[in-house]
């Protein structure tokens, strides 16, 4: 019996996912890797993130996201599964954000992080 839990996000894009995580400073695999579970259980993955207990968590590509998968009766993060999506998410938005913006010629001109913890991006571009 597994005890994988699938967890949805809104994360389309691995290089983005991967960035995030180096903003973080959450060491990871990329490319074929297994999500190791309970018992020995695996379940493969495209990037992994390893915890010491041997039970890992990683994002898995359903088709149209990426979805987080780990069990949640071993989470080994100094955060909770919610605020640590959270925090995945904001850095993902951030660097989805850029990558857009840079394709249709924008530059950043400022990135403000508000008291709330949101962060406000400004983004210009010069025509000619």
């Known amino acids: 019996m597994s005890h994988f ?30 999500i190791r579970g309970y018992k020995g259980n695996t379940c493969s993955a495209q990037l992994v993130v390893r915890q010491g207990n041997s ?17 949640l009766q071993y989470w080994q993060q100094p955060l909770t599964v919610e605020r640590f999506l959270g925090k995945v998410s904001q850095r993902y938005a951030y660097h989805s954000i850029l990558a857009e913006a840079t394709a249709k010629g924008f530059n950043l001109a400022k990135a403000e992080q508000k008291e709330d913890g949101t962060l ?7 025509n000619r």
Do not use: S
């Open 5 to 34: 839990t699938q967890i949805k996000t809104k994360i389309r894009d691995l290089d983005c996912l991967t960035l995030a995580l180096d903003d973080l400073g959450m060491p990871y695999e990329r490319g074929q890797v297994f």
């Open 55 to 71: 039970h890992d968590l990683g994002f898995v590509w359903n088709g149209q996201n990426y979805e987080l998968v780990t069990d």
């Open 120 to 126: 406000c991006l400004t983004v210009q571009r010069w």
